[in-house]
């Protein structure tokens, strides 16, 4: 039996990497450690927490007295590492907070893993999911984010991640460790915290709150299923070289506000409203400061060697999701009040 310790499970990613795995790999022995900040809910587990490979660990990745003795009690065979702090705009008003959980928290995996796995490096694999925006901005056209792209991150955030990223790699080069990175673009679907543009606008559009849509919307991101995402690193865990990289990516770019549109059409016919009714709480705010144009991702190489390829249309995907978002109202009311409220409504001062 293997067991892997999945860091982040409890957000909005990372829970999909765990539901994947518990579900897929009845043998795995899957240990969760999540924090639980404001961004990390076990009601993102619900449908699992039972299952009898699957383990829930609380802690914080900051703490390497705890870590440590988490790597000496569980022998892991492997990580895969999700934890992080992921939200652009709190990074900008918090940075030190990044630098803590994103590059100190990672170094501090690291080191437990060059601790309880000296012995047997080429057995055990330490897995950083990363991001997209380590590579900085690419303006409009038709270029795209390669492996070979050199990193250039401007937000507090994308630094701490390529701050992270390098650290992986240095401890591959200088311990022989067995790494794995993965860069992905945006991702969308259920569980998704509502201060990321997707499930924010839609819980808007829901309450007729204003949509609050950063600079012109003429920002680019590369939008990709959740559960696609959670599929590519099944397949880059468990096939990729060691010492690689893969992009990540769905060939799917939206300027913002082109997206908000599609997604208040898909609301006014959901919520039987007239068709532009939504459309009417689009609302133009103070950019984000540092705000990159565009990203767009190049998962060629993912798509030839691994085999991986998006399942899910754009469209199609974003109805699946307001879908979830609608069913799923106790979950959306919960994180946007009691314990989360302040947590969401930053979201309007923050900037
Ligand atoms: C929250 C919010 C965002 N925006 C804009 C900013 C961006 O151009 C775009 C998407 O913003 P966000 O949803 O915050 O996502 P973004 O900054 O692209 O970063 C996401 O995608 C990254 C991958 O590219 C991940 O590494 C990050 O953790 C994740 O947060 O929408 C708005 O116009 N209004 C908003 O209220």
Wanted: charged letters at 25%; a negative charge; proline letters at 3%.
């Amino acid at each position: 039996m293997k067991k892997i310790l999945i860091t982040g499970g409890a957000g909005f990613i990372g829970s999909h990497v765990v539901r994947r795995f518990v579900t897929t790999y009845p043998d795995y022995e899957i240990v969760n450690l999540d924090k639980l900040t404001y961004a990390g809910n076990l009601e993102n587990l619900r449908d699992i927490e039972n299952q009898p490979n699957y383990k829930f660990v609380k802690g914080d990745i900051v703490d390497a007295a705890f870590i440590n003795s988490l790597f000496e009690t569980e022998a892991f065979d492997g990580v895969i590492h999700l934890a992080a702090e992921s939200h652009v705009d709190r990074s900008i008003t918090n940075p030190t907070e990044f630098v803590m959980t994103n590059v100190v928290g990672t170094v501090n995996l690291l080191n437990a893993a060059r601790t309880y796995w000296k012995d047997n490096y080429g057995e055990k694999r330490f897995y950083h999911v990363s991001t997209d925006e380590v590579y900085g901005t690419l303006g409009e056209g038709t270029d795209m984010f390669t492996e070979e792209t050199a990193y250039d991150p401007h937000s507090p955030y994308s630094a701490s991640k390529a701050s992270s990223d390098h650290f992986v790699r240095a401890y591959a080069d200088t311990y022989k460790m067995d790494t794995v990175i993965s860069n992905c673009s945006n991702n969308y679907g259920s569980y998704h915290f509502p201060e990321k543009l997707i499930p924010l606008s839609i819980n808007n559009i829901k309450h007729n709150k204003p949509i609050p849509i950063y600079g012109k919307g003429e920002n680019i991101r590369d939008w990709l299923w959740v559960e696609d995402h959670a599929r590519a690193i099944d397949v880059i865990y468990h096939q990729a070289e060691s010492g690689s990289t893969y992009n990540i990516g769905g060939h799917n770019e939206w300027k913002n506000i082109d997206l908000i549109k599609l997604l208040c059409k898909i609301m006014d016919r959901k919520l039987g409203r007239v068709e532009g009714e939504s459309e009417k709480l689009i609302t133009y705010v103070t950019d984000r400061a540092g705000h990159d144009l565009r990203y767009a991702i190049d998962a060629s190489k993912l798509e030839k060697n691994l085999n991986w390829k998006p399942s899910l249309q754009f469209e199609e995907g974003l109805e699946k999701t307001v879908d979830w978002y609608l069913e799923n109202e106790a979950w959306l009311n919960n994180v946007t009040s009691g314990n989360y409220q302040h947590y969401y409504e930053e979201q309007y001062t923050n900037r």
